[in-house]
């Protein structure tokens, strides 16, 4: 039954590992050239403050992700490991809410702002937007159910030791 269990925490670690790299390496390659009328527009996402910070905090929930895969499954790192949990968590979901909300305006434009939305013009780079958002969705999601589950690791047997 332990057994089972490293391995299914083993599988999860790696699944959210290779979703966060990949949402990460999928924003950062985002980039898109285009002519409408006589001007030339070119959307990357180092335009915007929120997609930096969406591939800064994926980066490094994946180096998070990674370091983990390697520590033994036997250290009291383990009970660190419940916090930091918690914090990339939180730090993947600020992340992509700044993002979705950027990538929102982009896809539908702010008339009351007086903001055109560009996704009409520029729909290779909005499509690689959505592709990392939806995989950072993935990847937040199995970093909850991986900070759950560390919780009932890290705290189970300490509800159920008999003082």
């Not at 980066?59 to 390697?70: C, D, M, P, Q």
């Not at 008339?111 to 520029?122: E, S």
Request: glycine share 4%; proline share 3%; charged share 15%.
């Amino acid at each position: 039954m332990a057994e089972t269990k490293r391995i299914f925490t083993f599988l999860l670690r790696f699944m959210a590992f290779c979703t966060t790299l990949s949402a990460a390496i999928v924003m950062a390659s985002s980039r898109e050239r285009t002519s409408v009328l006589a001007l030339s527009i070119e959307a990357k996402y180092s335009d915007s403050p929120a997609f930096k910070y969406f591939v800064i905090v994926n980066a490094i929930v994946s180096i998070y992700g990674f370091l983990l895969l390697f520590l033994p499954s036997k250290t009291q790192l383990w009970r660190l490991v419940v916090a930091l949990d918690a914090v990339l968590t939180m730090l993947l979901t600020s992340s992509i809410s700044a993002a979705l909300a950027i990538a929102y305006v982009g896809k539908e434009g702010n008339p009351n702002a007086g903001w055109l939305p560009i996704c009409d013009q520029v729909r290779k780079y909005c499509n690689q937007v959505t592709g990392a958002l939806i995989v950072g969705f993935i990847s937040l999601i199995l970093y909850l159910l991986l900070f759950l589950y560390s919780i009932h690791t890290a705290l189970n047997p300490l509800l159920l030791e008999k003082s």
